[in-house]
């Protein structure tokens, strides 16, 4: 394999944008350059305001816009030509990852076929300016970055780029031995084989390996053992309650470590943790007419213990519930479950 080369690529010099015709997720985009000035000469809380701007909307809980491809381009310039203000660096790196992401994740939907096309042109025009920069990142920033150009690489155009940054995904993973875990996450995503890791001596590590190889037999094992305890720092909560939703049977399988999970969860698990796996458990609403199972009891019963859960105000847990066919009421659960 040869060494990449990290001479960071100028990105296609960008015609002049109408941003007028743009849009982002709150209306026309002619308050995008602004924003994108803002994020080499704005003082911290003009660039602050920059940041968000990307975040909310120019790429609104990951869903592109038009706004979205010339706003990729402009950072990429930004980051290729060091014109970008040093503390917006890392937050530039994740708003194109989540741009690639974007485009991975919606590359089947119709409702964006029309963005698409230009915006994952724009993201593979900022892999040879990301790529620099994880070459050289200091190590506490090295992951993070990797995670970031990982995204941008998992793009079918991309493909061909792969096999060099695994490469140096390897060559980081062997001069950080304590951020084991966070490089095979990486490596994952990059189709490497883990599955020599399943024995591997970190409960983080095992796990990591496991959720990259979800359907083995042995990764399937260790993902739901490791569902009933809370999992190591190294691994979100929510990746593991999303590969158990995937791997499980049904929700029998997994009804014990489901309690845990929803009795020691807090309220903010109502879209990935404790909630999913009530969705998981009341395939069709509670009723009158359809009494609970004991394993839907049992979680009924375990949402009662946790107090983070019946905040009468929380509309997002209130929206779990209804959807489950479950009073909103903790006490009428308390009865409800018995």
């Not at 309690?259 to 943790?273: L, N, T």
């Not at 213990?305 to 009428?332: H, I, M, Y």
Request: a negative charge; hydrophobic letters at 45%.
């Amino acid at each position: 394999m040869t060494t990449p080369d990290t001479t960071p690529s100028m990105p296609t010099p960008p015609m002049t944008v109408d941003w007028s015709r743009l849009g982002h997720a709150y209306g026309p985009a002619i308050d995008t350059p602004g924003h994108l000035a803002a994020l080499e000469f704005g003082d911290a809380e003009a660039r602050k305001a920059a940041l968000d701007h990307l975040d909310m909307a120019v790429l609104h809980q990951g869903f592109p816009e038009t706004a979205t491809a010339p706003t990729v381009r402009a950072v990429t310039a930004l980051l290729a030509e060091g014109r970008a203000h040093p503390d917006t660096v890392e937050s530039l790196l994740a708003f194109l990852g989540d741009a690639a992401s974007s485009v991975t994740d919606l590359s089947d939907d119709h409702y964006f076929a029309e963005i698409l096309p230009d915006l994952a042109d724009a993201v593979a025009q900022a892999y040879p300016v990301v790529l620099p920069l994880l070459v050289a990142s200091p190590p506490d920033r090295a992951p993070f970055r990797a995670e970031n150009l990982v995204a941008i690489a998992r793009m079918r155009s991309l493909a061909d780029r792969r096999e060099e940054l695994t490469t140096l995904i390897m060559e980081w993973s062997e001069r950080a031995a304590r951020t084991q875990a966070e490089w095979l996450r990486c490596l994952g995503q990059l189709g490497v084989d883990l599955r020599d890791r399943f024995i591997d001596p970190d409960p983080a590590v095992r796990l990591r390996a496991a959720l990259a190889h979800e359907d083995d037999a042995r990764g399937r094992e260790l993902i739901l053992a490791a569902l009933a305890e809370p999992p190591p720092l190294e691994v979100h909560q929510f990746a593991l309650v999303a590969a158990a939703l995937r791997v499980a049977a049904d929700f029998d399988e997994i009804a014990t470590a489901a309690c845990q999970v929803a009795s020691r969860d807090s309220w903010a698990g109502f879209d990935d943790g404790w909630g999913a796996l009530v969705r998981f458990a009341f395939p069709e609403p509670y009723g009158t007419s359809r009494p609970l199972t004991e394993p839907q009891r049992a979680l009924v019963r375990a949402l009662v213990t946790n107090d983070e859960l019946w905040d009468p105000t929380n509309g997002s847990c209130g929206l779990v519930f209804k959807q489950a066919g479950l009073p909103r009421s903790r006490s009428a659960c308390r009865r409800l479950a018995g």
